[in-house]
């Protein structure tokens, strides 16, 4: 399996608390990506990092923010929870952009904002 | 909205028949790749097919690629239980984006 670890696994906040989901990858791959899961919507593309402090907007990304400072870590931070933003988050790496490689996901993180 | 989608949106079938999904997609792609998911765990990549291909095969798995028709289909052959998972392709619109369509959910029944 790639290696690639999102933690937490689970968490439950509340409305307008600022939350900071992680993806660490030691594969040393450039790109990464943050989707969000949500019935009948598959998944949709947040943000993604095509190297270290190189990011772009996805479809979604309104009320999200990343950083990323080393290669192998990618931060999706909610800036303040709302209701909506309860869904499953998906980190993925691939070595290079777009389809030309695949792409390894990780577990996944459920978070619930109540 | 998002570049791929899939259908139909739900497949139910007996053990040993086929399953055939398609992919619809709205501009010109790289590649387009199809990936798994079982219940609760992350995507698996199954297949890639370039855009100078026309049809690829790995295992029991058929994808074929119509650019003039921005489509793709997969077939599963000989389903099994252990196929019963969501199917999704990926395109990327010629970016380093990597989008998914909605997904097919495809139900094995013994």
């Known amino acids: 399996d790639a290696g690639i670890t999102q933690s937490p696994r689970h968490k439950v906040t509340e409305t307008g608390t600022p939350v900071t989901l992680r993806c660490h990858q030691t594969e040393n791959h450039r790109y990464m990506y943050w989707y969000r899961q949500d019935p009948g919507h598959g998944l949709r593309l947040i943000h993604y990092?095509?190297?270290?402090?190189?990011?772009d907007k996805g479809e979604v990304s309104d009320g999200y923010s990343v950083s990323r400072s080393k290669t192998e870590d990618f931060l999706l931070t909610l800036e303040s929870a709302t209701s909506s933003q309860t869904s499953v988050y998906f980190c993925?790496?691939?070595?290079?952009?777009?389809?030309?490689?695949?792409?390894?996901f990780g577990q996944g993180t459920r978070l619930t904002v109540v | 909205s998002q570049q791929g989608e899939e259908d139909p949106q739900a497949l139910s079938i007996q053990e040993g028949e086929n399953a055939t999904m398609n992919c619809s997609y709205k501009?010109?792609?790289?590649?387009l790749q199809w990936y798994r998911q079982n219940s609760g765990r992350g995507l698996v990549h199954l297949i890639l097919i370039r855009s100078n291909e026309r049809e690829k095969h790995s295992g029991r798995l058929r994808v074929t690629l119509d650019t003039s028709k921005k489509s793709s289909s997969l077939l599963i052959t000989a389903s099994r239980a252990a196929d019963t998972a969501s199917y999704f392709c990926a395109t990327d619109a010629l970016d380093y984006k990597l989008s998914f369509g909605a997904g097919t959910t495809v139900t094995v029944r013994a």
């Open positions: 993925a790496i691939s070595k290079q952009g777009g389809t030309d490689t695949e792409a390894f």
């Open positions: 990092s095509y190297g270290v402090k190189d990011t």
């Open positions: 501009t010109s792609i790289n590649n």
